[in-house]
């Protein structure tokens, strides 16, 4: 886009088109001319040679090759080179001006035999009832298919299957639908990595026609995108041309083919783009935006990242960008020279068509000037300074350049100027300038005066040295052969992402290596590793040189940021629609030393047009590792790719993989990445992006039926259900529920005797059809309505789990009976009965003597449908289980004793053996049958005789095999019962002999589950029950977190006073705004200032976590804490519950 950078090569894709039009209209007036003439014989005699020549060729071609693009005729190929040069030049050289076609891009012929099947479907979709012709469709799109093939071809995938002849119906389960509107160049990166994590998610649209927008039904004056055909893209880079009857509805848009992108040969995405209702990456304003350097510039210095010290000359500028220490900025008339200003400016509106969608400014007005007519050098300058002042006042341009190359700053360094705008690409209009020289930088001004457009700038900046070669000693000869010397330099070209979770993450970096007397591009630079270009510039000190690396990802983060930072401030208009964002970009750095510091120089941003950079890097070390040995190295040798939290690129110190000495044998092939990790890694966080996304969106405005609203530790769910733009049907016993006012219906029915579920099931069902709502999906968060939810489930016929599932999980006894009784053979899992305990029901005080029978002492008695470990008590012997039946049969009794702990079944109880080992909490996503997610939290001592949790520690400290062996066992009981699709919770043992089931609850995971979830994996397990209660897959992807949380229970009777006392509360609210605690709230404050009366079987009312890198940093700072707050005290010793941690 500018000189230091890479090319984005869908301008060569949209060139290559218009070239192949102008080709075709020179032939035509060519074939009218020769009507007139007479051939002449000796061009007649070569033609029969060209024509031998090519016969020739085709006997090395493959007999069954039929395509008609098979072989491409020698005399076809010189005709339309000659006629091209004899067609109008200044047409020609206009269309180059953004970059160079004739280099890099595969034509419809590739130089080579076509090796793949062109006789497919590429027409209209039948459903619009205009039939299918092969030679109606335009020559475009076959180029873009076969470029396709091309690249499918050459990477060692498949070949696109037509199966256009059986319209698709269905849909992936994730309900994701992305659409590209692009040439496959542009953008194979995404399209491999979106098939891969979401099969059928990916839609390449090569035609207007594939594709519709209608009225949106829930968003009046937006619009639905629909997709009617596409090639899509599955797992292992399969790909079909598909039909849809009905279409899918589009769930995420990149599109390519606008003016801008296209050079302005294709425009119909700009139309298709505008007031539509979905998510998109780098909406027409947005790249607008990005892809002005001067704004970009702005931002860098706003975030600290060094960049060229700049004067910019801005003509009818569209926004706000204020003159700062390293920007000066001014706004200029147009020069007009030798031509009509009104034809100019008449000129300009025709090929950049004003778009409804772009604001005139940004974030303050700026006055318009009007142009200069009266001189040839002489402009009316305004600077606008930082703050939103202007200050006018008429000024030679010679002495603004004048003034700034005098600067102490500039002295003595090369001067660089070139154009800032959307349409500027590889190179154009870069030139280089002696220190000093005015007047060869004056006429490089004047040159893009005459060229640019309004609302763009030209540039003056100074010139990025690079930094000098070291001396290249201690390293392989090869490396001092292929050395870098004075005259060289080289781009550093970083891809940042936007992650699922919102976050900026640098993927990839990538180097060019060319002269530093010219600009540096795709064209002109092979690209390489920027580790091995610091290698041969004589950077041989690894640390150095991962010094460099991580300070170029560290800004490439920040100006990302920095950029999102922006673009929540503005509105939806500026943004280009509701769903226009920035999701991707592509940063050009230079390397330049001060002090004897190297340091990266960003010199421009690029929108989302940069992942032909990433394809090409991941081509390259795909054809190393699929087709050669490397002696276990990857394309980086101190840097290997790992996945990592928030990037694949991050490091593992050994560059040798482990090795079996037993043996002798050294095993180097283990940390090799597999042929499917290559392609795709430098774009992953934006396919996570994307992905997720697409799901926010599909599940904006779904009305979803809660059944209980629960308690105070169920709070945030109502708040972040309205986040998400879902509706809540909630049905709540309690008039006064402070969840009334945040749902969208509020449905109060006493369902708290759950011996009536059956009854209150068809209460509900009656009731939503009498109010005509019509839910989408129904759930439960609150324990005790599991039952009762699934019953509601079953009579709306929603995505759920059965009455009978439900009831078995919440049913302690017929849960451990119901596993104990599965003893077949599963092939690939441990017996089912292996992980249940003894236990036995206990009914009335006749039952004990039974019961006792069947379960060894010591054991454990407790209530058969409580949850929170109230009523929980071990016994030692006969005496003991006939005394606490006793006790807990007389105080435990109903709801009135004590609500929500299950007493709305009944308080019959459960006997059940006492496990050695330690707790674990496994909570689990599951969909239709399949594992979509788990994580284990490793739970504390707790506070004997109580049994209620005192700690935890998230992500679990368990050996891998051993935290396997939980979630497979979880998985496992979990289906075993019935329980198929959903958010559950399962309490384990893991003993001596493997995992033991305490109890499963048939809901998602309480306390600070969702929230530590969310902060470690950027998982909102909330939001995957709500999208599996309506059917849809959540799409989870699975990223080792990067620190531990280990958190502390406060209960009400030992802890008071760290909410109550003023001192305390002050302490505890500064460590929490610093981020030193995470606080979670299980009761309100003013609850605990009532006396409370269930010390005998209290519940915490808070927690309070810290955050680590390792669990003992992390035990450390909470006893800090647990000290600075007064929470360990003689009868609640922390450092007890978590020391086995």
């Known amino acids: 886009m500018a000189d230091q950078e890479n090319i984005p090569r869908h301008n060569k894709n ?13 032939e035509d007036m060519e074939i009218n001319e020769k009507d007139d003439k007479d051939v002449d014989e000796d061009k007649d005699k070569d033609v029969v040679d060209d024509d031998k020549d090519v016969v020739d060729d085709d006997k090395d071609v493959d007999e069954n090759v039929t395509s008609r693009f098979s072989i491409i005729k020698k005399d076809e190929a010189d005709k339309e080179v000659t006629e091209l040069d004899d067609y109008d030049e200044n047409r020609i050289s206009s269309m180059k001006k953004a970059g160079d076609v004739d280099t890099d891009q595969p034509r419809k012929n590739y130089g080579m035999c076509v090796m793949w099947n062109t006789e497919v479907n590429l027409g209209d979709p ?59 160049g542009e953008i194979m990166a995404p ?136 920007i000066r900025v001014c706004e200029v008339g147009r020069c007009v020279k030798n031509r009509n200003p009104q034809a100019e400016n008449s000129m300009q509106k025709d090929n950049r068509e004003e778009d409804t969608n772009v604001p005139n400014t940004l974030n303050a007005p700026v006055e318009s000037h009007p142009v200069d007519l009266t001189t040839n050098c002489v402009f009316t300058a305004k600077q606008i300074v930082d703050g939103g002042g202007v200050c006018t006042h008429a000024v030679p341009m010679e002495e603004e350049i004048r003034n700034f190359l005098k600067k102490p700053s500039i002295l003595n360094r090369k001067i660089v100027v070139k154009p800032s705008g959307p349409d500027y690409h590889a190179s154009f209009g870069v030139t280089f300038h002696a220190p000093g020289n005015v007047d060869s930088v004056m006429d490089a001004v004047n040159d893009l005066l005459d060229t640019i457009y309004d609302g763009d700038s030209i540039l003056v900046e100074t010139f990025v ?155 390259l070390a795909d054809m190393m590792h699929r087709c050669t040995v490397l002696n276990s190295q990857i394309m980086n040798p101190v840097y290997q790719l790992s996945e990592h939290r928030y990037g694949e690129y991050y490091t593992r110190e050994n560059n040798r993989v482990c090795s079996d000495n037993s043996n002798g044998y050294e095993r180097r092939d283990l940390d090799m990445p597999k042929f499917d990790e290559i392609f795709g890694r430098s774009v992953r966080p934006y396919v996570r992006t994307m992905l997720t996304r697409s799901q926010d969106y599909v599940l904006q405005d779904k009305m979803i039926l809660v059944i209980g609203a629960g308690g105070y530790s169920k709070k945030f769910i109502w708040p972040a259900a309205l986040e998400m733009g879902v509706k809540i049907v909630l049905v709540e016993s309690n008039p006064e529920h402070f969840a009334r006012s945040l749902v969208h219906r509020f449905i109060c029915i006493d369902i708290e005797d759950h011996k009536q579920d059956r009854a209150l099931a068809s209460l509900i069902v009656e009731i939503l059809r009498d109010e005509n709502i019509s839910v989408e999906g129904c759930l439960t968060f609150w324990e005790d309505c599991g039952p009762l939810a699934a019953l509601v489930s079953e009579l709306l016929q929603t995505k759920g789990n059965t009455y009978k599932a439900a009831y078995i999980a919440k049913m302690k006894s017929r849960t451990q009976a119901h596993l104990r009784g599965r003893d077949g053979v599963i092939p690939h899992w441990p017996y089912t009965y292996m992980f249940a305990c003894k236990s036995a029901r206990i009914t009335c005080e006749a039952d004990i003597p039974k019961a006792i029978q069947c379960v060894n002492f010591p054991a454990i008695l407790k209530l058969e449908y409580a949850s929170s470990a109230v009523g929980v008590n071990m016994v030692k012997c006969e005496e003991d289980v006939f005394n606490q039946y006793a006790y807990l049969i007389n105080t435990l009794r109903t709801n009135d004793d004590y609500h929500g702990i299950g007493l709305g079944f009944n308080n019959t109880m459960i006997l ?159 460590m929490q705004s610093r981020g030193e605690v995470i606080l979670t709230m299980l009761e309100s404050e003013e609850e605990l200032k009532h006396p409370y009366d269930k010390t005998e079987y209290e519940e915490p009312y808070a927690n309070v976590a810290v955050r680590a890198p390792t669990v003992e940093e992390a035990r450390r700072k909470l006893l800090a804490v647990c000290k600075k707050l007064g929470i360990e005290t003689s009868d609640y010793k922390v450092s007890e519950f978590i020391k086995y941690f």
């Open 14 to 26: 949209a060139d290559n088109i218009k070239m192949q039009s102008l080709a075709k209209q020179a």
């Open 126 to 184: 039948v459903i619009l009832g205009r039939g299918y012709r092969s030679d109606d469709t335009p020559e475009e799109v076959l180029d873009f298919y076969n470029t396709l093939q091309y690249i499918l071809y050459e990477t060692g995938f498949p070949e696109t299957e037509d199966r256009t002849a059986m319209p698709r119906r269905a849909i992936n389960k994730e309900n994701a639908v992305v659409a590209v509107l692009s040439a496959p």
């Open 191 to 326: 399209l491999l990595e979106c098939g891969k994590q979401v099969s059928d998610s990916m839609h390449l649209i090569f035609k207007e026609t594939w594709i519709s927008k209608k009225p949106s039904k829930e968003k009046p004056g937006l619009y639905e995108l629909f997709i009617l055909k596409a090639i899509t893209f599955h797992k292992g880079g399969v790909t079909y041309i598909d039909e849809f009857n009905p279409p899918r509805k589009c769930t995420y848009l990149i599109n390519f083919f606008t003016s801008a992108a296209t050079s302005g040969l294709t425009d119909w995405g700009t139309e298709m783009e505008k007031n539509l209702d979905i998510p998109m990456s780098s909406s027409l304003p947005l790249c607008d935006l990005v892809d002005d350097k001067l704004w970009t510039r702005y931002q860098m210095s706003r975030c600290g990242v060094p960049h060229p010290e700049t004067l910019a000359f801005t003509v009818a500028p569209k926004r706000f960008v204020p003159s700062i220490d390293t």
């Open 465 to 619: 040295e690079p930094f000098k070669p070291r001396p290249v000693t201690g390293i392989a000869h090869n490396i001092q052969l292929i050395k870098g010397d004075q005259g060289m330099s080289f781009r550093v070209r970083s891809t940042g992402c936007k992650d699922f979770d919102g976050k900026p993450v640098c993927t990839i970096i990538t180097c060019g290596v060319a002269s530093k007397d010219a600009p540096v591009n795709g064209n002109n630079t092979v690209l390489q590793t920027l580790d091995a270009t610091l290698l041969a510039f004589g950077i041989t000190d690894p640390t150095v040189r991962r010094n460099i690396e991580r300070d170029v990802r560290k800004k490439t983060e920040d100006v990302l940021q920095a950029i999102m930072d922006e673009e929540k401030k503005m509105t939806a208009q500026q943004r280009g629609g509701i769903g226009g964002y920035t999701d991707i970009i592509g940063i050009d750095f230079f390397l330049t030393e001060m002090n004897g510091q190297i340091f990266p120089v960003a010199i421009e941003v690029n929108s989302h047009d940069c992942t032909i950079n990433c394809h090409m890097y991941e081509c």
């Open 912 to 1070: 059940m053996e006492y496990l050695q080992g330690s707790e674990h909490d496994v909570d689990v996503v599951i969909f239709e049958r399949k594992l979509v997610a788990a994580f284990v939290t490793d739970n504390g001592l707790t506070n004997w005789p109580s049994y209620t949790e005192t700690s935890a520690l998230m992500p679990s400290a368990l050996t891998v095999d051993k935290q396997a062996q939980l979630i497979s066992a979880a998985f496992q009981l979990l289906t075993e019962i019935g329980l198929s699709n959903g958010v559950f919770n399962v309490e384990m043992k893991l003993t001596q002999m493997g995992p033991k089931l305490i109890e499963i609850n048939a809901r998602m995971g309480g306390f600070y589950i969702r929230d530590w979830v969310k902060r470690l994996y950027g998982i909102d397990m909330m939001k995957c029950a709500l999208m599996c209660s309506c059917g849809i897959r959540p799409y989870v992807p699975l990223i080792p977190p990067t620190e531990f949380i280990m958190g502390i229970m406060l209960i009400p009777s030992e802890h008071k006073h760290v909410m109550l006392d003023n001192v305390t509360r002050m302490v505890l609210d500064d």
